[in-house]
Structures are given as C-alpha cells and as structure tokens.
C-alpha cells in the first residue's frame, strides 16, 4: 500500500523505435519540454526543441551574472526542493548524473512562526500516516483538548483521497474554507498548514480544495519516502541544465533558444508546421507545447486547424495565480553557523521562506570563503498584486532582521529582485476544464503543471511527468514503447470510505 506505483507504457506499443523516421518539435525548453525531447529523442525520434529565452530551464532556468566586482555567479530563479517521490523527474535526472550526486539531502526545514514559534520535521518515520500521527503528538500547538474540538471527520478527507471522488466533492471549495472546517486552534493551523498551502503560489481563498487535498497525499499522506528532501549542491546551470543538455545533444536534439513560436498549423497530411516569429517555419510529424500558461493560450489562439471549441475553452479559461518574488542578497557579513539551510516561515506576512545558499550551494559557499558573507534567498508566494516593489522589500527585509538579528547591522553588498507572476492558478471548479496531456488533435500533445494527470503530482515533478506522458502519447501513434511513469499510490489508505464519508452533490 506504501509502495511507489508504476504505470507501464501504452500495451499495444511494442517497437523500441519508428519504423519510419519521424520528427518531433517540441515547442518550450523547461522541464516539461525537457523530458519530453528526452525520451522522444531516446527512442530514435528526430527531435527540434524551441525555446523563447536564452536558455534552458523555465522556471527553473539558470543564468550567468555578474557581481559588481566581476565576480561571475550563476543566478535562477529561486530555491527548488526535490522531494524523494520525485520519481519521474530523478529517472530524468539519472541520466546524466547516474548516482545523482548533484543532490545533497536537508536534514530538516524547520518552520518559524510569531513569537519564536518553531516547527520541524526532523527525525519523523518514513512511514505514511505514521509520520504525521508523530508530527500531531509531538507538536507543541495541539493538545488533546485541541484534538477533540477538531472536526475529525473533515480531516479524514486527507486519508480517502481518490482522484475521481476527491476532486468530485472538493474542487469546487476553497482551500481556506477546507481548512477553516477543520476547526484548528489559528496557531496550530498556522504552523502545520499554512506553509505547506503557501508554497504552491496560490492564494488559500483562491485555490481548490480538491488541489490542497491531492497535495497533502502527494507530499505527506500517501508519501512512502518521508518528510524531508534534497536539493542541488551546485547552482542549477551546473548541476541540471548544462549536463542536460549536453545529454540531449548526444542524441542530436536540435535546440534552438531565443526563438517564439507564433502559432501551428495542420498540414495536408498527417503532420504539422510550426510557425516561428518573426517569419520561418519548423515542420514535424508531432509538436509537443510546452509553454507557460500565457504562452499556450496566444500560440493556440494564432494557430489554424485547432478547431474544438470545448478544449479551445479549456485552454482560455487556464490562469495565472498571484506574483511571486525571490529576492537574492548577498551580506557583508556572516549569518550565526547554526542556522538552518533552509527556513520555512509561518503567519509572520509576505515572507514564506529563507535559504542561506552557503549552506548547500557549492557557488554561494566558495563566495562566502572569499569574503565572509552570508548569501541569502527571501521569497515570498502569492504576493498581493497591489504590492509595488518598495513595499516587498521593505516587508520582507523587516522580517528578515526580526528572524535572524544578526542580520540588523549587516550591510546588502549586492542583490537580486524578481517579481514574477507566470505560475498556474487552480482556481476551484477548474479541474473538470483543465486541459490534458491528450489533445483532440493527432500528433499535438500539452505538458506543465498546469495540466490535468491522472495521478498524484505537483510542481517539478508535475512538470517531469507530463512531459514524459506527452513523449509516450505521441510515442504510442507509432507503436513506439514509452517510459515507466512512477508516482505515490494513486489512493489513500481510506479511500474506499470516501463516497460515504463525503458524497457528492450535483447542481
């Protein structure tokens, strides 16, 4: 029941190659477009990758900067985690980097609140549900007396997930009015909830219920691997994007960056043509988009041929959540050496987490062995559109010195701002429209985190996954064997009690 779950390729697929040469284009070069080249290009396909920016990545790119003084340093666009059940994408990973020696995992990420609040993850089983009845007992903010006001019933909603039924019954509920049903005591809720909610860039009063759920099983319920994870020990240009794609230039992907596709076209045949701006065109047997939210509604809407208005209305109704911004600062000074890695934070205003990059970035360490100081992440999610720039920095700057004190009298030699709103909404009641890896068309296939799976994922590993499901849709039209796509159990330990606990209304 706690194992990983496999999902085998396509069964009527038996060829490990087209009999006939093909083309592929794959159409966005981060992670999802990435995997999808990947495996397209592993079995023989001849694949084009297209990407808008000057490098690979997405929203995980890396790229080179400088420092004032001409140090040069490889900034991206943020702290990423990579949790142990990210199966899919550290099969991709392995590919390049076989004993994935570019992963060093955290021993903790405690979460601060107000008031010197604390909370951490450290030394829970790896067991599910086992892991979190510990973290419930342990934890400082509940009491038994806590426990029994708590609306149980509602919380079992977290063990009976089903992709169907949970969905079913929750998506059409906010992720604030879930949680708020549980009837928490507001510190308890703030400490074990609010931060886990906060990291997926939505809003908790704009997000589905439905989603929140399936996050808790992807990440905690129905997780066999445990609590903590690992992240990169070197910056994400030299441990990710520069060995992947060498990798994929191995098998002779032709990867062109700074280049914007404009829109598709159905040809006469059984192919495509993708037109690139500002003129030219690519022609393909198969095209895999794999683009940002905004960027797949304006290439589908200049395309000709894409004509079913259902998955055409899918695709307009997608979203994007609230801002989100990774402020890099780099001390002349140290922060205290027991600070943690990396930081949750918890009801203390727009600041979700701290990293000190010295601490697991081999880059960042060298820098702070040459100077003496301290290089710090501050991001804050689901960032108010009202705010202006001004404002963030000086909130989360505020936080920062209340956090970490030492931190008051340090001096920010250098820095980097980023204001960034392209991460998907999952708005509720948007799951039944959301658009799949499968399109109406033959030979176009969607991936991101912004489609609709079949199974448990989010995040990086979301993106991975579908770009692997994307390659092995198109795969199977040529009776091509695809990839092994791995996930957590796909239910919950009493997902069978589901549909009576929480029937599902219509109208």
Known sequence: MFKPQMIPPMTEATRSRPDQPKTAVVVGGGLAGAAAATILAERGVSVVLLEREPVLGGRVSGWTDRL????????????HAFFRQYYNLRGLLRRFDPALQRLTPLTDYPILGPGGAIETFRGLSRLPIVNVAQLVWRTSYLKIVDLWRADVRQATA?????R????GRFDRQTASAYLDSLRFPPQARRMLFDVFSHSFFNPEAEMSAGELLMMFHFYFIGNPEGLIFDVL????????????????ERYQVAIHTRTEVDGLERTNGDGWRVNIKPGGNIAGDAVVLAVNVPALREIVGRSV????????????????????????????????PDRAPFVGTAGLGLIDNISVYELFEGESRRHFLRTGGSVLELHAYA?????????????????LHELYPETREAKIVEERFMLRQDCPAFAPGSDYTRPTVETPFPGLALCGDFVRLPLPSALMEKAATSGIMAANHLLNRWHVRGEEIWSVPHQGVLSSLGPKLFPVTTG
């Open 68 to 79: 004032d003084d001409g140090e040069p340093f490889e900034m991206e666009r943020g702290f």
């Open 158 to 162: 977290m063990l009976t997930y089903d």
């Open 164 to 167: 169907n039924h949970t969905y």
């Open 233 to 248: 020990n070197e910056s994400f240009s030299d441990a990710l994007w520069r060995p992947w794609q060498r990798y994929l």
């Open 305 to 336: 041929g894409l004509n079913d208005e259902p998955w055409q209305a899918g695709v307009r109704d997608l979203a994007l959540t609230y801002p989100f911004t990774v402020w890099r600062i780099w001390l002349d000074r140290n922060v205290r």
């Open 383 to 399: 960032v108010p559109p009202q705010l202006d720039e001004t404002a963030i920095r000086t909130e989360l700057l505020n936080r």
